[in-house]
């Protein structure tokens, strides 16, 4: 890439922020330095002009042709292009190439045409240039001949209409002769003026080309004045006189023929002045004539190019051939080929030869005159691709581009004008910009052409639908060139979501600047990734300030204030929690710092990360005084505990009174003999102990509002078969028990409702059996908790209906099951088979526990 650099002919340079970071030789040339060195002084947008500088940046990828002036103090013309490197936006190639000589070389060019042009319209005699018989350029000699003050009274015009019907034929005639390649002789004839006059000129024809068509150049000679005196002598004088005359006419002639002469030197002089290629060729194809434009076109000297044939200035010699061919069909050959320079460079150019013949119409040659065109064609394709960028980008443009005629009309819009206002080119057509665009307050709709007309104007564009758009632009006025205006050119882009996000954006600023402020007992500041206060409410600035004695402005680092306020006998490691919410993880937490009394106090904070631009930017942090909750707090965890213990007490104290029932009931059986009497005293020593032992839970346990049912469950049941293993042996317990918590208003029914169904089954389902199972589960399904309790002994009797058993125990079950607000299904024998036993009973109860 250097060795590229260094080998072009434009400056090229890197620069990164108006700072040029490389650059090549013919750079350092431009801009009138020596080295590389010395560039990193100079400011290169300074140098070659802010407004250039932002041309170039605006036009990315364009050619922008300026000028400026160097270090050396050089007044340089240069044509530079700007271009984005990669995909960062910081970073731009810079080319430049210095034009200096080229503009030189082609105001030399405007000068020599304007000699050109001199030397033709001061010429004494009058010349016209007739294409296919119609005069396209006149004299102002020649003007002066038909008495006519303005060209465009001739252009145009046939040739033949300026002469006597007994001339036209002659002139017409030796037009067509010169045109196929012969040569006339010259003429003398009437000319008629537009005063209807008629004056006698000599005309002489030759071979030309106009607008790169074959063409005829007519030189009039005015001999009205020396046939007038010709005339008069004749009439007055003898015939010694007549000889005299004839004398003086031959003497005339030969002044004529020196004029006629002179005219042919002056065309001659004229071929070799011309900035066209002309060339003429004999009937072998030797150069007879080979003018200066030629001889610089081509890269070679009149007597170099005399050596060469006709194919040898063609690229391809098989295009002369069929130049040939054209030549002798139709005498004349008019279009583009490729030539060859001395130099093997290769070039397009236009030409148009034409057939030369002699008076017996037999072809002597041919003559050229042709053009450089390369210059013209890349033109022409630069034109086109420019037009076709700027028509791609005016149709891809997202702003309303459009032209209003001085009547308010718009004669053009690009698509974005018909998509966002709901136009279409018919409707737009019956349209005037004034029913589309508003004026601004306090103008006049008439005044139109001026409120367009600017570069920040902001109107309402209403569309066809009735809908009112905000647009922001301007426009800049087209005139002819009499300075009249003719009309708009107008740039709008619709900016009326942008005004309502910045109408909505302004309110919630409003609104949260208020909240912000206003918000009484909150401490409100965000801070950056190094902690230091970006902003601040009042609140957070007069507390801080009147607590602990620091100001706090924007910039403050307030940690490393609040590290020194911390209170060491509470801190616990919180600021680390700022860390982690940097790391975007929100954090909420309680500080203790030490006011300025020495007293503790107590703040709740919330950091919150501030996340955009792909990333974490800052903390919100908001804070307020929890001191005296804290304070609250602690009275109200002192009381508990106080309650706790006395609750303790009282569960201790119930467990002991019923343990003390429970004995009682133990010692009055002593003094009982009757069995049913003693069934009756174990079962109610069976209900106080399942209290007792809930209370037992209740007490050993730090919360009282509920208690572990599962192992309360699990131990009563076990306790029960203790109790009654004197009654049936061999029961084995099999239990399926979640870890379920209750509250102590379902507990104590729930434990009496096992105690009966358990008690049933060790006093009645094993009757005659060694050995059985009992089941107990505990579930939770869905909302609701079940309890199940089943054996696989003898089953309930045939005739025995729970709703109408009129025993202790199953009335208990019902009537805490209904407590419950729950069901009870009670299944003999196993029918839905959910244990796979064939005998036995099954209880189901279930009920929804309390969530409080």
């Known amino acids: 890439y250097s060795g590229l650099a260094n080998g072009t002919i434009e400056g090229l340079a890197l620069v990164n922020k108006g700072k040029v970071i490389d650059s090549n030789p013919q750079l350092w040339r431009v801009i009138g330095i020596s080295n590389a ?129 007994g001339d036209q034929v002659r002139i017409t005639e030796d037009m067509d002769r010169i045109l196929s390649g012969e040569k006339t002789t010259y003429l003398e004839v009437s000319i008629l003026q537009a005063n209807g006059k008629a004056r006698e000129v000599g005309v002489q024809m030759v071979l030309s080309f106009f607008d790169n068509q074959p063409a ?41 023929q020196k004029q006629l002469m002179r005219a042919e030197r002056f065309n001659r002089s004229i071929i070799e002045s011309s900035i066209d290629m002309i060339m003429a060729f004999d009937a072998e194809g030797n150069i007879i004539q080979f003018n200066h434009a030629a001889s610089v076109e081509f890269g070679m000297t009149a007597e170099d190019a005399m050596q060469l044939k006709g194919h040898d ?165 087209q005139t002819n060139p009499k300075g009249q205006l003719i009309g708009l050119r107008c740039i709008y882009l619709n900016v009326s979501e942008v005004r309502a996000y910045q109408r909505s954006a302004l309110v919630q600023s409003a609104k949260l600047e208020s909240i912000f402020n206003s918000t009484r007992y909150l401490l409100m500041f965000t801070i950056d990734q190094r902690f230091n206060v970006t902003s601040v409410n009042q609140n957070i600035v007069e507390v801080l300030n009147e607590q602990f004695g620091f100001e706090t402005i924007v910039g403050t680092p307030i940690l490393e204030l609040l590290k020194e306020v911390v209170s060491e006998e509470f801190y616990k490691g919180q600021f680390q929690l700022f860390v982690r919410a940097a790391q975007g993880v929100q ?52 009381a508990l505990k106080e309650k706790e213990i006395l609750l303790q007490e009282v569960h201790h104290r119930v467990k002991n009174n019923l343990q003390v029932i429970s004995s009682m ?39 009282f509002s509920s208690i572990s049912f599962s192992d309360y469950l699990e131990r009563l049941t076990q306790n029960l078969i203790h109790s009654y293993s004197h009654v049936t042996t061999g029961v084995e317990l099999m239990t399926k028990l979640d870890d379920v918590h209750i509250n102590l208003k379902q507990a104590i029914p729930c434990g009496l409702i096992v105690n009966e169904l358990v008690s049933n089954c060790l006093k009645y389902a094993f009757k005659g059996m060694s050995s059985g199972k009992i089941y107990l589960r505990v579930q939770r399904a869905g909302a609701n908790l079940e309890i199940q309790v089943a054996d696989n002994g003898v089953g309930l009797p045939e005739d025995f209906d729970f709703e109408t058993n009129e025993s202790l125990g199953v009335y208990l079950v019902q009537a805490l099951t209904d407590q419950l607000d729950g069901s009870l299904t009670v299944d003999n024998k196993h029918s839905d088979n959910t244990l796979e036993w064939t005998t036995g009973a099954s209880f189901l109860v279930s009920f929804t526990p309390l969530t409080d």
């Not at 042009?117 to 010349?127: A, K």
């Not at 005829?216 to 005196?229: C, E, F, I, P, Y």
């Not at 904070?605 to 990333?615: A, H, R, S, T």
């Not at 032992?693 to 730090?702: D, G, M, T």
């Open 665 to 703: 009931l133990n010692l009055q059986r002593r003094f009982v003999d009757d069995a049913k009497m003693l069934e009756v005293l174990d079962e109610s020593q069976n209900r106080i102990s399942t209290m007792s032992f809930i209370h037992e839970s209740l007490y050993k346990n730090s919360d």
């Open 216 to 256: 005829v150049q007519v030189t009039v000679n005015d001999l009205s004045t020396r046939m007038q005196l010709v005339r008069e002598q004749m009439r007055r004088s003898s015939a010694e006189e007549a000889n005299t005359l004839l004398k003086e006419e031959i003497n005339q002639h030969r002044q004529t």
């Open 587 to 638: 954090q909420q937490f309680e500080l203790p710092l030490v006011n300025q009394q020495g007293e503790v106090v107590w703040y709740q904070l919330f950091v919150n990360p501030v996340q955009y631009d792909e990333g974490t930017k800052e903390l919100s942090c908001i804070a307020y005084d929890i001191t005296e909750r804290k304070e609250i707090d602690n009275q109200i965890r002192e």
């Open 37 to 165: 060195v010395e560039l990193v002084e100079i400011d290169l947008e300074n140098l070659l002009g802010v407004r250039n500088w932002k041309r170039l940046a605006v036009r990315l990828g364009e050619v922008i042709e300026f000028e400026f002036v160097n270090l050396l103090g050089q007044q340089l013309v240069v044509e530079g292009r700007m271009s984005q490197v990669g995909q960062d936006s910081e970073r731009f190639a810079l080319a430049l190439l210095d034009i200096t000589e080229k503009r030189k070389i082609s105001q030399n060019l405007l000068q020599t045409k304007e000699r050109f042009r001199l030397l033709v319209e001061t010429n004494p005699f009058g010349l016209f240039l007739v294409v296919q018989g119609n005069i396209r350029y006149a004299n102002q000699a020649g003007l002066e001949i038909l008495a006519i003050q303005d060209e465009e009274e001739v252009y145009n015009q046939r040739l033949t209409n300026f002469f006597e019907d």
């Open 313 to 477: 200035f063609l690229e391809d010699p098989a295009d002369f051939e069929i130049i040939l061919k054209d030549l002798r069909k139709q005498r004349y050959y008019a279009g583009e080929v490729a030539g060859r320079r001395a130099s093997e460079e290769v070039f397009q150019m236009l030409i148009s030869i034409a057939a030369l013949q002699n008076e017996d119409g037999e072809e002597t040659g041919f003559v050229l005159v042709g053009r450089d065109i390369t210059d013209i064609r890349l033109a022409e394709q630069e034109l086109r691709r420019s037009e076709e960028r700027y028509r791609d980008i005016l149709d891809n443009a997202s702003d309303l581009v459009f032209l209003v005629n001085e009547e308010g009309r718009i004669t053009y819009a690009n698509p974005a004008f018909f998509s966002t206002l709901g136009y279409d080119a018919k409707s737009l057509k019956a349209t005037k910009i004034q029913e589309i665009a508003s004026p601004p307050e306090g103008q006049s709709i008439e005044d139109w052409k001026h409120w367009l007309v600017g570069d920040r104007n902001e109107l309402t564009f209403k569309g066809r639908d009735g809908s009112e758009l905000r647009m922001l632009g301007g426009g800049s006025v």
